[in-house]
T-cell receptor
Framework: AQKVTQAQTEISVVEKEDVTLDCVYETRDTTYYLFWYKQPPSGELVFLIRRNSFDEQNEISGRYSWNFQKSTSSFNFTITASQVVDSAVYFCALSGFTGANSKLTFGKGITLSVRP | GAVVSQHPSRVICKSGTSVKIECRSLDFQATTMFWYRQFPKQSLMLMATSNEGSKATYEQGVEKDKFLINHASLTLSTLTVTSAHPEDSSFYIC?????????????????FGPGTRLTVL
């Protein structure tokens, strides 16, 4: 069974602060994908990143960065110099590679509020 | 590319009526589509996997007779909530997987629709 844990439920920061969203996962698969999605108040899911299990390189995209640590089964997401527009719910998700295992399992989400 | 639409975006209906939600892949073919339900302030829960030309596979606890799924073409899947009740009020989101991924679309990637907010009075 797959499981994604996002222990933080709500985070509030002041604009320009850095913030890290934690994600811990469990899977018996040896190959899998990890994702982060953003869900603004409009409700539409915005894809942020997908990493596969054999690529542990950290990734940076503008103000966003991701730290994948297989040893601790974590895939944390950091927003640098946060902005009000970053306010949203952020979901971490996990899927296997093929067939029934390719279903997405979502964490419970973290509500991020960035105050001006 | 890889755009998924849903219609309607918002629907309000009376208890006991049936509501149909459409999910379309606009610029790619999708042999597999997924239906999720999201209650307020909760996560997305997979309801069923819809395969073109065959019966949908429902997750445990989801009533297939209540949530009818039809995937009649490579670009359209529909979810019908039959005899809707207030407890069915939720945000329903579909996603589609590109049958022929190329270019910017990667294998097994799911593209999400904008969601349909259902309110049953």
């Amino acid at each position: 069974a797959q499981k994604v844990t996002q222990a933080q439920t709500e985070i509030s920061v002041v604009e320009k602060e850095d913030v890290t969203l934690d994600c811990v996962y469990e899977t018996r698969d040896t190959t899998y994908y990890l994702f982060w999605y953003k869900q603004p108040p409009s409700g539409e899911l915005v894809f942020l990143i997908r990493r596969n299990s054999f690529d542990e390189q950290n990734e940076i995209s503008g103000r966003y960065s991701w730290n994948f640590q297989k040893s601790t089964s974590s895939f944390n997401f950091t927003i640098t110099a946060s902005q009000v527009v970053d306010s949203a719910v952020y979901f971490c998700a996990l899927s296997g590679f093929t067939g029934a295992n390719s279903k997405l399992t979502f964490g419970k989400g973290i509500t991020l509020s960035v105050r001006p | 590319g890889a755009v998924v639409s849903q219609h309607p975006s918002r629907v309000i209906c009376k208890s006991g009526t049936s509501v149909k939600i459409e999910c379309r892949s606009l610029d790619f073919q999708a042999t597999t589509m997924f239906w999720y339900r999201q209650f307020p302030k909760q996560s997305l829960m997979l309801m069923a996997t819809s395969n073109e030309g065959s019966k949908a596979t429902y997750e445990q606890g989801v009533e297939k007779d209540k949530f009818l799924i039809n995937h009649a073409s490579l670009t359209l899947s529909t979810l019908t909530v039959t005899s809707a009740h207030p407890e069915d009020s939720s945000f329903y989101i579909c996603s589609a997987r590109d049958a022929l991924p190329s270019g910017s679309s990667r294998p097994d990637e799911q593209f999400f629709g904008p969601g349909t907010r259902l309110t049953v009075l």
